[in-house]
């Protein structure tokens, strides 16, 4: 064992790198970079307020508190739970063998209709399903494609006769199922597939086709080994019209695994990641189903080939069907906080064990997360986890409301999928950001597989693509807050819209009037101790958050007003030299949701500690987004130059207040060693530690401690 502890003196501490330059006279900005910040010892009660984190544990659960422990108590079990290092075919023989598991348990029937033996509970499905992320991302995929894809589409897109006849086998993992929405040529763009399904008059069939190698069905999970049959979405043409795209259950395979005629496909293979599932590529040349296996419920042709539909709009009908299968995003949202969670309760519990470089002491090294930077790494992660997990929880009560029928409006369905295109893409990169960062927070052990890190990091990769790519869903978010804006401004001038962002600061008075004394004038260089005695005011963080959604949205949208007058190939090109802005006020209103649901839940808090310290937790989540959109604010003249110095001065204390509660933050995510199942998070570097303090002590406290060589000279 290298002697860690003992060796340095100030001296050989220069000839060292720069991590231990706190030792070196420096300037003062040198020193608060690399000077360990005093913190108690690992394990010590921090001193003020205390998290109660039992309570706060509880809090975190949400709404369906009991589910999500149930779950995790599954979970823990190790027959559902990964094996580092299995071969591919492996590995997806044993999620199958998984799924089974589920079944035998009654674990995955919750969001089914009763009659078919389900619980009609929509918000409970997702929560335990969620969960399974931390057994094995493959998992989680797996039964996402057979009971939230594949069961869920002809639970949702079907009606009576498809319930009762398919539901039971796809329930029960009878009938193993693909979900065969994608193609080779089109993903983020569905209503393009080339897929084709033509009724059959003569016959009463659908006849389906792939018109060309670009319409291959692909990547989908169940397809390349597993799946006996599908939901396949096609262009739904009969007597000569399309009437676009609809879905249809096709049987795939023989009872002996065997394509059915017609059907072809291939192996997607190996993959960055989801090992356990077998993604396929399929493709139809004239298969033909019964009429009544189109899923009907927004569509139905007769036996005579005649049409018809509730919803008379094509495009309406296009975005009602696809609106139903909302809930994929959901549960992408709520595991990717979970997978957030975990890392962060490893890196942290390590930061609080391990031990390097002694920069504050001739014997005692510091605690990894006693240095700002390791603090500034984690911390502000922290706090956007915290923000995501409120914010989920929100989101699953109205997806819940709407699937349950309690709150099922046109309206509440548009602000369902509103919500799940502006979470999902942020909660999704931030579970790889974080990831990375717990990675390379954790040094060389955070690369061992046993550490979980970078097995979690490759599995949660392709998060961000499937269920709708983030970039495509903000865009979505982006074009349903330019329709809000210029609903409110159809009649209006340009001149009205320029004076909208104005009204709405003053008429939101009762937010108090941060933004406009923020952002009255530049050159304002009021005293640093009132600027962050305001920045700390929920109100001004409000209307921050708020105001550069609401400017950037006013701005694309005057651009965009000409658009209406322009040549389609014209209005395209405007729209697309606005795109990026777009997405990024997007993003921005993404963030103000976090922002808020992170407050409302921290109303509900009643212990006087938990609440101190989570209004920090908070401030770090809000303010860190106004220090990383400063530009903005500084360009827009919102925050002075000064201004935007102390939100940085003062997330930097916020932090340093935050450290000694970093432990009981992650702890209260509650999450065992069963969940997190990492060596280094097991206490095990804790030992190391002791082990060799004590060894040093020992030989320094009995005088055989060889003495280096420098202090001869
Ligand atoms: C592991 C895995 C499992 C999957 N499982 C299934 C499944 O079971 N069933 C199924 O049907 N599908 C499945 N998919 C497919 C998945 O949903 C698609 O990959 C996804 O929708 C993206 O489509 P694409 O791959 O064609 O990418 P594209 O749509 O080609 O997008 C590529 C890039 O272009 C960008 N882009 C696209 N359009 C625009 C635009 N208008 N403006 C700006 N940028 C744009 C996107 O942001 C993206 O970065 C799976 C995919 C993977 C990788």
Redesign the pocket.
């Known amino acids: 064992m290298v002697d860690t502890a003992s060796r340095s003196t100030k001296n050989d501490a220069k000839n060292r790198d720069a991590t231990t330059d706190a030792t070196v006279p420096a300037t003062p900005a040198r020193e608060a970079a690399a000077a360990p910040i005093p913190a108690p010892p690992a394990g010590a009660r921090p001193a003020g307020p205390r998290i109660d984190v039992a309570s706060l544990g509880h809090q975190l659960l949400g709404s369906w508190p009991e589910i999500r422990l149930e779950a995790r108590k599954r979970v823990g079990s190790p027959e559902l739970q990964r094996i580092e290092g299995q071969s591919m075919d492996e590995h997806r023989e044993r999620v199958l063998g998984q799924l089974k598991i589920l079944v035998d348990q009654g674990a995955v029937h919750r969001a089914f209709p009763k009659s078919v033996g389900g619980h009609d509970d929509h918000g409970g499905n997702i929560a335990a399903f969620e969960e399974l992320v931390l057994a094995d991302p493959s998992l989680q995929i797996k039964s996402g494609?057979q009971w939230g894809?594949f069961g869920a589409a002809v639970l949702h897109l079907g009606t009576e006769y498809h319930h009762e006849t398919f539901l039971p086998a796809i329930m029960s993992l009878e009938v193993p199922g693909?979900?065969?929405?994608?193609e080779t040529g089109?993903?983020?763009?569905v209503a393009s597939i080339g897929t084709t399904a033509t009724y059959d008059e003569a016959t009463q069939e659908f006849v389906i086709d792939t018109p060309f190698r670009g319409a291959w069905?692909?990547?989908?999970?169940n397809a390349a080994v597993h799946g006996t049959a599908a939901v396949v979405f096609a262009q739904l043409v009969t007597k000569g019209v399309n009437h676009g795209v609809h879905a249809f259950y096709v049987p795939l395979r023989d009872a002996d695994g065997a394509f059915l005629e017609g059907i072809g496909g291939e192996d997607d293979g190996l993959?960055g990641g989801?090992n356990g599932?077998d993604?396929g590529r399929l493709h139809f040349t004239g298969v033909r189903v019964p009429r009544v296996n189109l899923l009907n419920r927004y569509g139905s042709v007769a036996e005579d080939g005649t049409y018809a539909s509730p919803i008379s709009s094509p495009g309406r009908r296009f975005f009602t069907m696809l609106g139903t299968l909302v809930q994929g995003r959901v549960s992408l949202d709520g595991a990717a906080n979970a997978a957030s969670a975990a890392a962060l309760a490893i890196a942290v519990t390590y930061g609080n064990q391990r031990r390097q470089f002694n920069a504050a002491s001739e014997t005692d090294e510091e605690v990894l997360l006693d240095y700002q930077r390791h603090q500034r790494r984690l911390l502000p992660k922290l706090a956007t986890t915290y923000a995501q997990i409120f914010a989920h929880d929100e989101f699953l009560v109205k997806f819940d409301a709407v699937f349950s029928g309690k709150a099922d409006t046109d309206g509440d369905r548009q602000d369902l999928e509103t919500i799940a295109a502006s979470l999902k893409p942020l909660s999704t990169w931030h579970a790889l950001e974080t990831l990375q960062e717990a990675r390379e927070a954790c040094g060389g052990s955070g690369f061992l597989a046993e550490n979980r890190l970078v097995g979690l990091r490759a599995d949660l990769d392709?998060y961000v693509?499937?269920?709708?790519?983030?970039?495509?869903l903000l865009?979505l978010v982006a074009k349903r807050l330019l329709t809000d804006y210029s609903k409110q401004f159809a009649k209006a001038d340009v001149g009205a819209m320029a004076r909208y962002v104005v009204t709405e600061t003053a008429e939101r008075a009762y937010h108090g009037t941060g933004l406009r004394r923020l952002g009255q004038n530049i050159a304002d260089l009021g005293s640093t101790a009132r600027s962050v005695a305001e920045l700390r005011d929920a109100d001004t963080q409000r209307s921050m958050l708020t105001d550069r959604v609401e400017t950037m949205i006013a701005e694309i949208a005057g651009r965009l007003r000409e658009a209406r007058k322009l040549s389609k190939i014209e209005g395209a090109a405007l729209f697309n030299r606005n795109?990026n802005e777009l997405i990024e006020a997007a993003r921005a209103h993404a963030e103000l949701l976090q922002w808020e649901a992170f407050t409302r839940g921290l109303a509900k808090v009643t212990d006087p500690g938990t609440k101190q310290v989570l209004t920090w937790v908070r401030d770090l989540f809000g303010l860190g987004l106004i220090e990383q959109h400063a530009a903005w604010y500084l360009i827009n003249g919102r925050l002075s130059p000064k201004r935007a110095q102390s939100v940085t001065a003062y997330l930097d204390r916020l932090i340093e207040r935050l450290r000694p509660h970093a432990q009981d933050l992650v702890d209260a995510f509650g999450y065992g060693p069963e969940h997190l199942r990492a060596k280094i998070a097991s206490g095990a570097e804790q030992e190391r530690q002791d082990e060799a303090r004590a060894y040093y002590a020992a030989k320094r406290a009995d005088g055989t401690l060889p003495v280096p060589e420098k202090s001869k000279k």
């Open positions: 494609v894809l693909a979900f065969a929405m994608t089109h993903g983020s763009d069905k692909d990547y989908l999970g993959k989801l599932i993604n392709v693509t499937f269920e709708g790519d983030n970039n495509v865009q795109q």
